[in-house]
């Protein structure tokens, strides 16, 4: 821990670190004309996850790295904090200030997972030690591989840098019904493990989930200007908010992010989930929050995002409280948070519905209708 600090702290105090030269040069390159002259390497495979943006240039002006023999020198420094050798970089998504290389080192294949978003590196490496710890409570996600000083993070010149082995496995499938309920499952224990995380207060923040009620999250959202919502869904709703339980409801620590784009899936037919990616959206909020919102938004992916069946959310449903049972105010809330996200997925312009979430809000709330 005190090595993890003593690195942000390092990094927030660093005048010119190599990411500014690199910055500096590749820029004095691009004026020159001569981008990548300086390369004896081949540049990796470069992609975005979820930008237009070129690829190439969001790599040399957001994290300072101009061409291959950049990257190269880079990720050799880099393995040293893990005393691996790094032999090649295949591949590189990025996505805002971060970024995830897959690896060929001496340790066999590995992501290096990066960020240059310096406000947020205390973050990152508070979430870097919770899925370690989960990792050692038995829970499927992808576990930090420690440095040689025993750290799950480490700052390398202006970079917050962690190491996780390649996990094999496919995106979520919402067409198998086994792989449904299967991460259903795995939902509800990884609810129960986020319980009892010993340091769950350090990544609690302020939001309308720790200052309010569902129920004024909910209206409130209704109150404020929804004209892509047509009226008589929003009403529909509004009606079913009028019988919502009244007693409060669980609050802890969530994943944050829970749908197919973060949970892969082993090969074979028990639709086992070999691994559970992405913890950066954790946070406080209810359990059963985070069910609704992510048995509406299972399928989604990177792009295109459309809506699930409600045979899909009826199996995340039975998957999840095969382990953890939803209490009576819970299941009370169910149908209207279901609903609720449904809505919140409407675009406003109804020509961009092209996969129909409206479609789908107006059935849910058509068949739990009074």
């Known amino acids: 821990m005190a090595e993890r600090h003593a690195n942000v702290r390092l990094v927030n105090r660093a005048g010119a670190t190599y990411f500014a030269r690199q910055v500096r040069r590749a820029r004095a390159l691009a004026e020159r004309g001569v981008m990548g002259a300086m390369s004896t390497t081949a540049m990796p495979t470069l992609e975005m996850l979820w930008e237009s943006d070129d690829p190439t240039e969001v790599l040399r002006r957001r994290f300072g790295l101009a061409d291959g023999r950049a990257i190269d020198e880079w990720l050799a420094e880099v393995g040293l904090h893990w005393g691996v ?21 001496s340790a066999g294949a590995l992501l290096a997972k990066w960020s240059v978003a310096h406000e947020r590196f205390d973050r990152l490496s508070e979430l ?16 930090p591989v420690p440095t040689a000083a025993g750290s799950t993070s480490v700052c390398a010149d202006g970079a917050l840098v962690t190491l996780q082995h390649v996990v094999d ?59 892509n919502v047509p009226a008589t869904l929003r ?5 079913r908010l009028v019988d919502a339980p009244t007693e409060s409801v669980q609050l802890q620590l969530i994943h944050g ?14 639709g086992r989930v070999a691994a559970i990616l992405d913890l950066e959206e954790a946070r406080f909020d209810h359990p059963v929050a985070e069910l609704a919102r992510s048995a509406v938004m299972l399928g989604t992916l990177f792009r295109d995002w459309g809506p699930v069946s409600p045979q899909v959310r009826a199996d995340f449903l ?41 479609a789908a809000a107006e059935e849910h709330l058509h068949d739990v209708a009074p």
């Open 85 to 105: 050798g790094v032999t090649a970089c295949r591949r590189i998504v990025m996505s805002d200030h971060n970024a995830l290389a897959w690896l060929t080192t």
């Open 128 to 143: 870097a030690d919770l899925a370690r710890w989960l990792g050692e409570c038995g829970a499927p996600v992808s576990v």
């Open 169 to 227: 496995g496919d995106h979520l499938d919402v067409a198998n019904s086994d792989q449904v309920r299967s991460a259903g499952a795995v939902l509800g224990r990884l609810h129960d493990d986020l319980a009892r995380y010993p340091r769950s207060e350090r990544l609690r923040q302020p939001s309308p989930a720790t200052t309010g009620t569902l129920t004024d999250r909910v209206s409130g959202w209704l109150d404020a200007d929804r004209s």
């Open 235 to 239: 009403t529909s709703l509004s009606e």
């Open 257 to 270: 992010d829970y749908r197919a784009a973060n949970i892969l899936c082993a090969d074979g037919r028990d």
């Open 318 to 358: 039975a998957g999840y409280q095969s382990h953890r049972a939803l209490g009576e105010s819970e299941l009370r809330w169910w149908d209207i948070l279901v609903g609720w996200y449904l809505l919140g997925m409407i675009p406003p312009d109804p020509a961009q519905d092209a996969t129909g979430w409206r």
